[in-house]
């Protein structure tokens, strides 16, 4: 059985749909967490394996509506090898509005495999935060932590990061949480002041708010070892663990 993946650009994370020969799409729905962005014509793209089946893509399957329910004009467009679909706004978002961006079950791949799930990502214009960047490099406020506190001393009472009291107790990811979904597993970190960024080898988490970091990743196994690492604003690695997935 094929496996249909989903990406949807400038987030950061994968949502995986396994593909089900079937007459009708399954109506199961997964919301994913809010996510803040600077640009009020940001555009969106969803990322698919498989190419998609063009007669399902329509504006029924791919939307945008507000909290009151009341759709948001755009337009779609599919990339030459049919597994990228774009949604353009026509008209800015507005400040203060959340809005949902959902991609229905009824997509299908070229084999006519359809998604198993409805999936709903709600986002709002927000504020951008001081050292933060949105995951195309631009100021932002959802994607980046802010700079770490030591970094934001002034010269005088800067502590290298070798000294931090925090560093060298090696206690920068707190805390470190794996919850295995359906189709994919989501792992949590906690970490402290001084970690702006968090790896799992080359797939960086996006960065929840509260000191907290999140990772969906499809593909992996009961049992296999994930080596998280935290980084400073400079880049060096604080801490790293190992995580065990359930």
Known sequence: MKRIIILFMMVG???VFP?????QASIDEIV???RKIQDPLKSWTVT???PINKGTLKKQNFFIKDENKRQVKAAL????????????PESPYKKG????LSVKGNVKSDQNEFLTEHTILPFKIGEASKG??????????GDKKPTSPSENKSSSDTNSESSSPSKAAGKNLVKVQTKKHSHFDEITVQVSDYVTKVKAGSHEFEYKGNNVFVLY???????EKVTVKGYSMSGKVLETKEVVIP
């Open 13 to 15: 994370f994968l949502i």
């Open 19 to 23: 593909g089900i020969l079937q007459g």
């Open 32 to 34: 994913l967490d809010e």
């Open 48 to 50: 698919f394996t498989q």
């Open 77 to 88: 467009s599919l990339s030459n090898d049919e597994r990228k679909v774009t949604i353009t």
């Open 97 to 100: 509005v959340t809005y949902y």
């Open 132 to 141: 933060s960047k949105d995951a195309n490099g631009s100021a932002g406020s």
């Open 217 to 223: 990743q499809p593909g992996l196994k009961s049992g």
